[in-house]
């Protein structure tokens, strides 16, 4: 939802938004299902109408119910289509005052975008907006052969990786709530204290982390093989940094073999190595199970 200053032209701002969609695959896609095979199908159009609507919420009415019915015509219809999955939504919403105030909601299945898609949507937006330069990004389908080669050249890596790994799920306390509950515990820690290690260690902040993280699962279930999931971004083809589209967050498998003598250096030099390895050379997009 983006507020909109009083000297936006809502005419102009329509423009925008369809130059923006005219210029990227991705936001001119469809989602079908198809029966006989079992499987959804995504389908570029070389022409999409672009999904505007205009909502006006008088007082006393509720603008996240406005907002919700812009997501339910998003829904899949009943022939299993997603014939909107991108949407503009102006809205006025009119004070007891007699004042206005406008803003533009813009409404995303999540197959379309990942978070960095957003700020370039956004850019795009105010450029053609501007009637500036428009800078000509890569398209998604474009990438999409070196994200599948990728996945290919991963397996073997990945079947070699896990060999001989035995999964010990984390022990659970039964619960007589039907909801789910969420822990969390705050502790203090020196931030000099934190940066030397990872400094002596020679790597990041994050990979000390992993190795702590990696101690506290080995307690848990009591092996020293363990292994838990680390999310990465997937935008890690050069030349396609700034493609709009879901460029598949990555969610890395790490393993660690922790025993008793080896210290912090061991565990986060090898947190280190397979974060680099994993990263430079191969690509994971299946959550360790």
Not at 138 to 157: A, K, M
Request: hydrophobic residues 40%; charged residues 20%; proline residues 3%.
């Amino acid at each position: 939802m983006l507020d909109l200053a009083s000297s936006v032209e809502h005419s102009q701002l329509r423009q925008a938004c369809q130059s923006v969609v005219t210029s990227f695959d991705i936001l001119k896609t469809t989602f079908h299902y198809i029966i006989d095979l079992g499987k959804w199908v995504q389908v570029a159009h070389s022409d999409a109408p672009m999904l505007w609507i205009e909502a006006i919420v008088h007082p006393g009415e509720s603008l996240n119910a406005k907002l919700k019915n812009v997501v339910e015509s998003m829904s899949v219809s009943e022939n299993g289509t997603f014939t909107s999955p991108l949407a503009f939504c102006l809205v006025e919403q009119q004070e007891g005052t007699g004042a206005k105030k406008n803003s533009l909601a813009i409404a995303m299945h999540h197959a379309l975008y990942d978070g960095v898609s957003i700020v370039s949507i956004l850019d795009e937006l105010e450029r053609a907006y501007r009637a500036q330069y428009t800078i000509k990004l890569p398209q998604f389908y474009d990438v999409l052969p070196f994200i599948l080669q990728g996945e290919h050249r991963s397996t073997t890596f990945w079947v070699q990786y896990l060999q001989g790994f035995h999964p010990a799920p984390l022990p659970r306390t039964e619960s007589t709530e039907s909801s789910s509950v969420i822990c969390s515990r705050r502790f203090m820690l020196d931030r000099h204290v934190l940066k030397k290690a990872a400094s002596d260690a020679g790597v990041t902040l994050q990979c000390l982390g992993q190795a702590a993280w990696s101690k506290v699962i080995s307690s848990k279930v009591s092996i020293r093989d363990i292994m838990f999931g680390h999310v990465v971004s997937g935008r890690s083809f050069s030349g396609y940094e700034d493609v709009i589209g879901p460029m598949l967050v990555r969610n890395l498998s790490k393993r660690q073999i922790c025993t008793d003598i080896q210290g912090v250096e061991h565990y986060t030099m090898s947190c280190s190595y397979r974060r680099n390895h994993n990263e430079q050379g191969f690509i994971a997009y299946y959550p360790c199970q």
